[in-house]
Nanobody, 124 residues
């Protein structure tokens, strides 16, 4: 069993930055694919970034490429989402997810473990 806890959300003005963290407990990170998803009001949950535990393989949805970076610290069992140049359309609840897998996963149905979510609000 893996428990995930997100932190780092908040309110920021457009152009600002936030770093989300997702701390895992119960299992070590090794062997787990991680993903960051977001869900805005009235919209479906989408994958914004994901990586594999092997490193070197990452995924970013087009709207965040060049602005968001996923990174993990396996020693701390923590995965981060650095978000720069934030836009109002980035406003959403952000979730991290984990799945024991050696590949990058972008489909939410494939993930086994989810955090509770953290709100990110970007204003003009």
């Amino acid at each position: 069993q893996v428990q995930l806890v997100e932190s780092g959300g908040g309110s920021v003005q457009a152009g600002g930055s936030l770093r989300l963290a997702c701390a895992a407990s119960g299992r070590t990170f090794g062997g787990y694919a991680m993903g960051w998803f977001r869900q805005a009001p009235g919209k479906e949950r989408e994958c914004v970034a994901a990586d594999s535990w092997r490193g070197g393989s990452t995924y970013y949805t087009d709207s965040v490429k060049g602005r968001f970076t996923i990174a993990r610290d396996n020693a701390k069992n923590t995965v981060y989402l650095q978000m720069n140049s934030l836009k109002p359309e980035d406003t959403a609840v952000y979730y991290c997810a984990a799945k024991r897998a050696g590949v990058v996963l972008t489909t939410q149905a494939l993930y086994d473990y989810w955090g509770q979510g953290t709100q990110v609000t970007v204003s003009l």
